[in-house]
């Protein structure tokens, strides 16, 4: 550990190439929650002399690369924030191959870039220029990579740091309290599945949701969508939510949590909410579903995109006697399923031809169709939504573990 050794006891250059993992994540927790990257930096620096080594994050929407601020050592920011956009860069290359990249710096170094990213959740990068590159070095600053992802996922709990780095445009009140309600992390890599989703908020926030838990033996899926705009439709995809939530986590089946959703809001709101509900047996794909004046899904099976004609019931809170229903379909190794909110559909999203993008994206990880679909929806759309556009979408696995390279390609 850094603190473990006495002045002119550090290891020079070279001398220790490998990464130190336990020495990295235990300066990191003796480190304050704000001091991440310069804990990873300053291991990069004393092992193979990397200099310029900062840690770039994806903002909200994926379109830009936010170089967060070194500390100077007494906890304040060095620097100013230089945000770089993802199109076209090497960032964005680095992102979608998950792979790291390496180029002449032009001063007789390389520039290593390399994917900062947990379980398919795209953090950010992590970029240092070293003397020289062989593979122990490569594997090193891809491993300080990896090591980062998991320092800043436990870090950000503490500090405002990377929320901050995240937003790249102001956060109305209605707009806070939405992303609150979305997980943590939206892609999330398992055995049988991959899952990803993306919100495109409308300029005055439309109340849409999307959540997943994940069981020793179930995936639970949720997408929602409050009915109104701004700060009311925020405060009823709040109740509708954590309704759901809470049924969830005490163990209820799928009719209690509709059920609880639609007391929730009756009780304590005036206004309806759509939702569309789901539980995947992860040991053999049998997927229950509650669908609650929702859009149906999408589904990409064998090349081929149909709707699913699912029953559908009324919406959360309407103001009448409901009752839910359990519907069933069954999930095959290479599936692919979509859920959607009526803003990826309707008004300016209707020019979109979204049973084309889906399938013209089968073949790439779930989060790259993410994007995909609801940038042509904020593109039909001239950039100014009227409605919120949501989209989830799930991969099915056969089990093995082969599923999809984190590029997208199908695994051997």
């Not at 081929?304 to 103001?319: A, I, N, T, Y």
């Not at 031809?353 to 790259?368: C, K, N, Q, W």
Request: hydrophobic fraction near 40%; charged fraction near 25%.
């Amino acid at each position: 550990m850094d603190g473990d050794r006495g002045p002119g006891q550090d290891r020079g250059p070279g001398q220790d190439r490998g990464l130190g993992l336990d020495e990295v994540l235990r300066a990191a927790e003796r480190a304050a929650p704000v001091e991440s990257v310069d804990v990873v930096a300053r291991n990069l620096e004393r092992r193979f002399a990397a200099r310029e080594v900062s840690f770039l994050l994806v903002d909200m929407l994926g379109r830009e690369a936010v170089r967060l601020p070194r500390s100077d050592g007494e906890g304040r920011a060095r620097g100013a924030v230089d945000r770089r956009p993802l199109a076209g860069s090497v960032y964005e290359k680095v992102l979608r191959s998950q792979r790291p990249h390496v180029e002449d710096d032009g001063a007789g170094g390389a520039r290593m870039v390399a994917p900062v990213t947990n379980r398919g959740d795209l953090i950010g990068v992590l970029e240092a220029v070293v003397p020289e590159v062989d593979d122990t070095i490569r594997d090193a600053v891809a491993q300080a990579a990896h090591a980062l992802a998991y320092i800043v996922v436990t870090d950000r709990r503490f500090t405002d740091l990377y929320h901050w780095g995240w937003r790249t445009s102001p956060v109305t009140l209605a707009a806070e309290i939405q992303h609150q309600l979305l997980p943590s992390a939206s892609c999330c890599e398992a055995p049988r599945f991959t899952l990803a989703g993306g919100l495109v908020p409308a300029d005055d926030i439309g109340g849409d949701t999307y959540d997943y838990a994940l069981d020793q033996d179930t995936l639970h899926l949720s997408i929602t969508d409050a009915m109104g705009h701004d700060t009311a439709s925020a405060l009823l995809a709040t109740l509708t939510v954590n309704a759901l939530r809470g049924a969830r986590r005490a163990g209820r089946g799928l009719l209690e949590q509709a059920a609880a959703a639609h007391e929730a809001i009756t009780r304590h709101a005036r206004g309806m909410t759509t939702g569309q509900l789901l539980r995947v047996d992860l040991a053999d794909g049998a997927c229950e579903m509650v669908n609650a004046g929702h859009p149906w899904p999408l589904r990409l099976r064998g090349g081929r995109v149909e709707k699913l004609s699912v029953h559908v019931d009324l919406p959360f809170g309407v103001p009448a006697p409901v009752s839910y229903q359990v519907q069933r379909l069954q999930l095959e190794p290479g599936d692919r399923l979509v859920l959607l909110t009526d803003g990826m559909i309707e008004r300016g999203a209707g020019a979109v031809d979204l049973p084309a993008v889906v399938r013209d994206t089968g073949a790439e990880h779930p989060r790259e169709a993410v994007q995909a679909m609801t940038l042509a929806v904020y593109d039909a759309c001239g950039g100014e939504l009227r409605d919120d556009a949501t989209a989830l979408v799930l991969d099915w696995h056969d089990g093995t573990g082969r599923g999809r390279h984190p590029d997208g390609t199908p695994r051997a």
